[in-house]
């Protein structure tokens, strides 16, 4: 395999398919929007991020591998059985920055007359909440940039709505632990992120999110749906993780995709696809196609998530039959495996490439570099997949990241990251399409 180094780290396409809970429905619409990387212009541009290191720099990689560890100690946290720690939120303080923020963004419409929101996507977390009738300090209106400019957000009401109805706490989406401290009949939330300064409170209502159908027809389709009127934001996400709303994607009753699925407006699906400008769709209810490979979940009943199983690595011509579960995580930008996973493929890559290693250092997130020469344009590394549990392959088509030393010169490197616990497979992997069931 061989293509030229200076653009292979921003010509990745992920498309993965995701079916929800229990058998496959196929009935309904197709739905669909565009989703932003928080490196795209559409993004830098809506949320005022004029201080993001270059894409592709040595700066954005130990960003993203930074903000990487922070989302593993999520998945890490479910992993032992944490289930009110549900999503993404910085552990330590001191070091975050509102570049952290999680990955992808969707605008949204909800409500009548419908308002727009730039709300992040998260495949880790389940509900859907907007800053809402916000206490005070408890949401964030605006952002400023960086030429003093202020950026205002929309902020629902259910009151400013025709169509919102405020949930009751006899609802079956109301949990025991979601009842209102007071004698309101209101069904009232607080979900904790991870750390316990970060976290969203507030109240579940019910309202229209605003779809089109993915097809000629492009017809529109008033979907009422249950979300978080998020009153009060503590944390990270008053400091620009998540600063106009959260919107979840995983299994559970209350997110979205479930949603869509129990009312019959879709099937319990959805696919992302990661575009090479940052630009990418998702669609809810894609059934996906007789060609595409396919692969099971492994379900944990108290925090299900997006987890497979994979059963031989092969890099090259040298192939291993180890078996680890990982999961599929959207906001997770690099690949992380633990041994020995991780050192079978470091260990075998580096023994079929040409090109010197690079002393390894503490700066750069990745252990294995290699010096490309003065004048270099091409490179070559072994072909990489991973086998899945059912014998359908995973091809991961752009293993390595390219970055400029401060010398003038351009590393290429495997972009897989040393964990010490919990797989994660992230979307710089890249694969082409594959259906998780």
Known sequence: MAWPPFTSFCSCLLFVFFFGLGSRICYGFRFGFDIHHRFSDP???????????????????????????LIRA??????????????????????????????????????????????????????????CDCKKGGCV???????????????????????????????????????????????????VYLSSNTSSTGILVEDVLRLVTDDDQSKAVDARITFGCGQIQTGTFLMGAAPNGLFGLGMQDISVPSILAKNRLASNSFALCFGLDGVGRINF????????????????QSHPSYNISITRITVGSNSSELEFSAIFDSGTAFTHLSDPAYTFISETFNSKVEEKRNSPDSV??????????????????????????????????????????????????????????????????????????
Request: hydrophobic share 30%; net charge negative.
């Open 43 to 69: 993004v830098k541009g809506f949320l005022g991020l004029d201080d993001l290191p270059e894409k592709g720099s040595l700066d954005y990689y130990v960003l993203m591998a930074y903000r990487d560890r």
């Open 74 to 131: 999520r998945h890490l946290a479910a992993s032992y059985g944490q289930s009110s720690l549900l999503t993404f939120a910085s552990g330590n303080d001191t070091f975050f920055s509102r570049s952290l923020g999680f990955l992808h963004y969707a605008n949204v419409s909800v409500g009548t007359p419908s308002l727009s929101f730039l709300v992040a996507l998260d495949t880790g977390s389940n509900l859907f909440w907007l800053p």
């Open 141 to 191: 209106t605006g952002l400023q940039t960086s030429s003093g400019d202020e950026i205002k957000f929309n902020i629902y009401s259910p009151n400013n709505s025709s169509t919102s109805e405020k949930l009751s706490s006899d609802s079956t989406l109301c949990r025991p632990s979601d009842q209102c401290s007071s004698a309101s009949s209101n069904c009232c939330y607080k979900i």
């Open 285 to 300: 209810g894609f059934n996906g196609s007789s060609d595409q490979s396919e692969t099971p979940f492994n379900v944990r």
């Open 364 to 437: 750069i997130p990745f252990e294995y570099c290699y010096e490309l020469r003065a004048n270099q344009s091409t490179f070559k590394i072994p072909n990489m997949n991973l086998t899945m549990k059912g014998g359908d392959n995973y091809f991961v088509k752009h293993p390595t990241a390219s970055i400029p030393t401060p010398e003038g010169g351009h590393l290429y490197c495997l972009a897989l990251l040393k964990s010490e616990d919990i797989n994660i497979i992230g979307h710089f992997y890249s694969l082409g399409e594959f259906k998780l069931l």
